[in-house]
């Protein structure tokens, strides 16, 4: 294990307060994931979340200095991230955008591999498009990213039994949302 690997977050934001952008580094591999899932539960886009995930690293970066509880930098940053993926909703609306041409080819290995994977997505989107934003980021973080309840709860700065409620009522409502998704019934019947 290398030595940055095994130092807490409020040593890697002093080193990186000093200029340490190694230090920095080992922050942002902490936290790339988490920042992603986070931008996505707000964006709901895969793009505008990698795009407001970065923006919200390079400000973290800019105001290291204003992280006044450094062994709460994940619950500093994550506002961050959620603050970054807002604006750039905003900016997006206002902004109209140019279709992308149809020439350009795929990189996915196959039509039926690509809509498999469309049709998982939209489902997905869908069915986490009736949670609220906490339950979302919540469902995100520990579902996809592995994140422990108290883990969870510390970043962001709620208490531990919030979490595992909002957890449980997300699924319960996911459940809901995907059963009653008319594909479950033409999986039923192939499967």
């Not at 340490?20 to 793009?47: C, M």
């Not at 800019?62 to 900016?91: D, H, Y």
């Not at 909002?166 to 996911?174: G, I």
Request: charged share 35%; glycine share 4%; net charge neutral.
């Amino acid at each position: 294990m290398d030595e940055l690997t095994a130092l807490g977050d409020a040593e890697l934001v002093r080193r990186s307060s000093e200029g340490d952008s190694a230090a920095f580094g080992q922050l942002v591999f902490r936290y790339r994931r988490a920042a992603y899932a986070v931008a996505l539960s707000v964006t709901r886009r895969h793009e505008d979340a990698e795009d407001a995930a970065q923006e919200a690293f390079i400000a973290a970066l800019a105001r290291i200095e204003e992280c006044r509880n450094p062994e709460k930098f994940a619950g500093w940053f994550l506002t961050i991230v959620r603050n970054r993926s807002r604006n750039l909703l905003r900016r997006e609306r206002i902004r109209s955008s140019e279709p992308i041409p149809i020439t350009i080819p795929s990189r996915e290995p196959g039509p039926e591999k690509v809509s498999e994977r469309t049709d998982l997505r939209a489902r997905l989107r869908d069915a986490l498009e009736v949670l609220s934003q906490v339950q979302r980021e919540i469902v995100l973080l520990h579902d996809l990213e592995g994140w422990k309840h108290r883990e969870i709860a510390e970043r962001l700065d709620m208490p531990s039994g919030t979490v595992r409620s909002h957890l449980h009522y997300a699924r319960k409502q996911l459940r809901e949302q995907l059963s009653a998704q008319p594909w479950a019934e033409d999986k039923e019947r192939t499967g």
